[in-house]
């Protein structure tokens, strides 16, 4: 079993429609999660972090996280074109951060 | 300021060639990474400075070598290198205090190109 888990897609959003990308890990001892946005040749950029069970908002972002489920999910209100991207779901725990393997979205106009 | 650097952007190198990759940071944090990512795959941890000292080695091939100058700066030197070890060399860096507020902050990458 993969230590983080993410559906590859591709997933395709309407513009304007509400995108969520999940990732289940199998740590129980992870103790914070990070959702990165990577455009193609470019670096992982920091979207949103969570520590604790329960939503947080940002703007259009929401990362929820469930840790008896051991799963995170970021949800993208307002799907725009520029949100189209990879975005990897990582964990962090033993002092390392781990990837998923990334979930390829596409908001189509 | 969430600024790390890295220099070169492309390099391309024989495999008898020996060449650095550097990456700097200005935010004061303590703990500095070096990943690698090949296409379409996540980024793998590679090396691990926390307080200019290593932390972490994931195994890595003893052609590729850290160094950490000081609490700004993280080399990487490569020496030998095969074609497979053609990919994006991302530096990060973060506060250092393992703790679970711990945010990795990623530089733009250096591509690599071993012929």
């Known amino acids: 079993q993969k230590e983080v888990e993410q559906n590859s897609g591709p997933l395709s959003v309407p513009e304007g429609a509400i995108a969520s990308l999940n990732c289940t890990y199998s740590?129980?001892?992870?103790?914070?999660f990070f959702w990165y946005r990577q455009y193609s040749g470019k670096s992982p950029e920091l979207i949103m972090f969570?520590?604790?069970?329960g939503d947080k908002e940002d703007g259009r972002f929401t990362a929820q996280l469930n840790k008896a489920s051991q799963y995170v999910s970021l949800l993208i209100r307002d799907s725009q074109p520029s949100d189209s991207a990879t975005y990897l779901c990582a964990v962090f725990g033993n002092e390392k951060l781990t990837f998923g393997t990334g979930t390829r979205l596409t908001i189509i106009p | 300021d969430t600024e790390v650097t890295q220099t070169p952007k492309h390099l391309v190198m024989g495999m008898t060639n020996k060449k650095s990759l550097k990456c700097e940071q200005h935010?004061?944090?303590?703990?500095m990474y070096w990943y690698k990512q090949k296409a379409k795959k996540p980024p793998e941890l590679m090396f691990v400075y926390s307080y200019e000292k290593l932390s972490i080695n994931e195994s890595v091939p003893s052609r590729f070598s850290p160094e950490c100058p000081n609490s700004s700066l993280l080399n990487l030197h490569l020496h030998a290198l095969q074609p497979e070890d053609s990919a994006l060399y991302l530096c990060?860096?973060?506060?250092?205090?393992?703790?679970?507020?711990?945010?990795?902050?990623f530089g733009p990458g250096t591509r690599l190109t071993v012929l």
């Open positions: 969570i520590y604790s069970n």
């Open positions: 740590d129980r001892g992870s103790q914070s």
């Open positions: 990060a860096s973060s506060h250092g205090q393992v703790l679970n507020t711990d945010t990795q902050y």
């Open positions: 935010m004061g944090h303590r703990a």
